[in-house]
């Protein structure tokens, strides 16, 4: 597609679960971003890649965050043993490449809830 | 970190009228950028500014780099139903989002 892809668009998990949220980036886009978006709030930066470079992880709340981008495209932001408070939209963003000229254009999130 | 205050967070208006929100932070920044939200959605970049003082226009949106460097403001003339939404300034390479402001529009 044109666009960046999240999936799944919705995920409802127990507490203690593991999870996987899947970002497919604008095809030829190098730089990806994780944020989340709790309710009624803005968004939180949480990780950042860059082609082969080691990614930015300083927004990383807890241990119980990672994310990978395999082969420079897809990228997967997994959460281990859930908390309610993980509660979120977890939302993708690539850009053409790094810095401050570039925007970031977004999908459309997927919507974590712990019960 | 850094922060980003976004006023006002929620503004109610009348269809037709001009609509003016703005974010300061007490650190500079190279890019501002705004977006808007709607609901179930990801934001959709309005508009991006990359020089202090910069002013630049994308329909019936106008927005500013401050000279400071610490400021944008975003305006919205002659609204109507479809700009209910969410506005997020953001600012610098991993976007430091502001809070939003919330839009309505009544009719």
């Known amino acids: 597609g044109a666009g960046v892809s999240q999936s799944p668009s919705n995920k409802v998990t127990e507490k203690g679960k593991d999870v996987e949220l899947r970002c497919d980036p604008i095809?030829?886009?190098?730089?990806l971003y994780w944020y989340r978006q709790s309710l009624g709030q803005g968004l939180e930066f949480l990780i950042y890649?860059?082609?082969?470079?080691?990614?930015?992880k300083s927004g990383l709340p807890s241990d119980r965050f990672s994310a990978e981008r395999t082969g420079g495209s897809v990228s997967t932001l997994t959460i281990q043993r859930t908390q309610q408070e993980d509660s979120a939209v977890y939302l993708c963003?690539?850009?053409?490449?790094?810095?401050?000229?570039?925007?970031?254009?977004f999908g459309d999130g997927t919507r974590l809830s712990i019960l | 970190g850094q922060q980003l205050n976004q006023s006002p967070q929620s503004m109610f208006i009348q269809e037709g009228e001009d609509v003016s929100m703005n974010c300061t932070s007490s650190?500079?920044?190279?890019?501002w950028l705004w977006y808007k939200q709607d609901p179930g959605e990801g934001p959709v970049l309005l508009i991006a500014?990359?020089?202090?003082?910069e002013l630049t226009s994308n329909g019936r949106l106008t927005a500013q780099f401050g000279i400071t460097r610490k400021d944008s403001f975003l305006n919205i003339s002659a609204s109507i139903p479809s700009d209910v939404g969410i506005y997020f300034c953001?600012?610098?390479?991993?976007?430091?989002f502001g809070s939003g402001t919330q839009l309505t529009v009544l009719p």
């Open positions: 953001a600012g610098r390479r991993q976007l430091t």
């Open positions: 963003a690539s850009s053409p490449a790094a810095g401050n000229a570039q925007p970031q254009h």
């Open positions: 890649f860059q082609g082969n470079s080691a990614p930015d």
């Open positions: 650190s500079i920044f190279n890019t």
């Open positions: 500014l990359y020089k202090a003082g």
């Open positions: 095809s030829g886009h190098t730089a």
